[in-house]
């Protein structure tokens, strides 16, 4: 099911999903072309990390319309693993802890799962450790077990070196910056921007919080609303929600549900 | 449901191959006292274990099966399980000498390569006979005895033997241990002499080939003071319709200042009734550690036992049980403190899939002697879907009241969510649920040696196989 048509390295097509008793999202609609950065904003429950999650595929949600279409294929049936190894990585406000299970083993199985990223041992510890240097990560989290027992910041940097590792194409993060503190951010934001140099990935960032968009060169900005995606501005568009907020976006979504959609 | 079964005949490859038993000796289904006379002259037995032998018989057809207390053996039928099956084939040092579908047998489950690698002593039994047993010469030569209880009978260990043999476990402890001692035959003698350690690990590995046949095998280890020794058993049986029988027992007695690991690895097929009998007696300033991993069999019943004597003393016992459909395995483990200052620590972990039962069953008994004795039991389960069931049943009964025991158990599914982020990461579901159990078993499988833990996660992987949908 190859789609030519467009040069979108991500394209959302009128997308409506939800949970078995609950519609989040209506129809929403979104592309995102090689190399860009996308903002995704919106108020607390207007479904920016359902959205998130549903281009992944978490089969939490279903999806009741439209078609999500990646790299040329469409993907809206696709199961999540098969997503991945396509080139899609979700960064997840709270990454799982996985028992017994070492991070640099782990690393190292996920590293082999695509063919794309071959490397001996020798070099991919080697490789391992210029991550962890870029992210100043002690190279002792790597004989840890999965997230276990990390803090939230020691976790989003994980988070990071998974991203870094992986090469994707098209990078969603999903409030990786909150309940950061000022160090760690300063490193996510790092390893952020090492993915859009060394990668030259897609970057979708779900946020709240502008500070960390202040050193990414965002190329759009996306406002949601109560499942809506109701705006597709530039850069600037995060300043006057700085400086605004949502109310005008959300005033809109009343009037137009009032207008019967 | 018959597709599934069909897979995982395929995929249990490695343990479910069979060889003929032709030209085998096999004994009469079912117990009367001329098999049991027969099976002693074989032996050329002195007297006296032909007479424990027979009294045994005896209590074991004077006791009733034991109450409905644990899971079902209904469906075992002695007077359908040969008790004997015997290959026609002498005891080898070499493995050269063993025959060739048998050498063929221990060469797919890696023993030999073992025994060249990472081992001091191998000893392998197929159905009711050892047929190779061979013992590093530098050990030999500082007194250290590897042998079978036949040869140990023949030799100038008869006297330790008879000192030691069904002391620690009587014959009328349980009905099944009558029919150990009226039947055993095969098994491991080790005896290591005083201040002696022994550097690499001992190996027992025991093969069921025949099927509706019972293997009895009798291990009895004896270190004296001072000493240092690993005994590692591994057990396998390809897959049968008709059912089989194991009762062994598992005798060993540690002197002070010693430290002895006995670890196991179980992976009988699943017609196995698993009747087994486990003790060990430590004197003072010792340590016993337990490693136990059961992956097989259809019913189990297994509880090792450590009787800690002396004061001082410590055992440790971890554990892990993996219960797939039609498996009911009953497992646990009793401590006795009797010794002032005496620990005792139980880490257990359990899997339950596609209907499996694990019930895990821990006494600690704390006697009246046992001043500051402390004991911790800590158990915890894995389910794999709604189907399966884990019991945790724990028994204490503290005598002392400067005692400190302490018990725990938690229960665990694993979450959509980690299977969502192991998969966003590029692996299968089968892959993600895999992962995660390996990661459960792995505070046990780092406690085994190196080739042992990798025959753990392959039982795990393959178990994990056509686990999903």
Redesign the interface.
Known sequence: MSDTTHGALLSVRNISAGTEDKQILHHANLEVTSGETHVLMGPNGAGKSTLGHVI?????YKITDGQIIFDGIDITEQ???K???AGI??S?QA??E????PLYS?LR??TQ??PELKMNARKFRQRVGEICDQLSMDQSFLTR??NVGFSGGEKKKIEML?LLL?RPKLAILDETDSGLDVDALSVVSRGIEAYREDCDGALLMITHNTRILERLDVNHTHVMVKGRLVADGPASLIDDIDRNGFERFENAVATAAEDGE | MAERTQVQDVDRSLYDFTKSEEGYERYADGLTPEIVRSISAKKDEPEWMLQMRLDALETYQNLAMPANWGPDTSGLDMSHISTYVSPKTKQASNWEEVPEDIKDTFERLGIPQAERESLAGVGAQYDSEIVYHNMKEEMAKQGVVYTTIEDALHSEYEPLVKQYFGKLIPPRDHKFAALHYAVWSGGSFVYVPRGITVDYPLQSYFRLNAQGAGQFEHTLIICEDDTNLHFIEGCSAPKYYAANLHAGAVEIFVGNRSHMRYSTIENWSKNMFNLNTKRVTVGTDSQMEWISGSFGSHVSYLYPTSIMKGDRSSVEFTGITFAGQNQDLDTGCKVILQGADTTASVETKSISKDGGINTFRSSVVIGRKAERARASVSCSSLMLDDISRSDTIPAMDVRCGSAQVGHEATIGRI????I??????????E??RT??V??????VSKELPLEYAVEMNNLIKLEMEGAIG
């Open positions: 992944m595929g978490d089969p939490t199961a999540v693993n997503r991945s190894l990585f979700l997840y990454p799982v996985v028992p017994g299970v782990f199985t996920i799962m695509r077990e999965l998974q992986l | 979450s959509d969510d980690t969502l982020y192991l998969m966003s990461r590029g692996c299968s579901e892959e993600a992962m995660v390996n990661g459960f078993a792995n505070p």
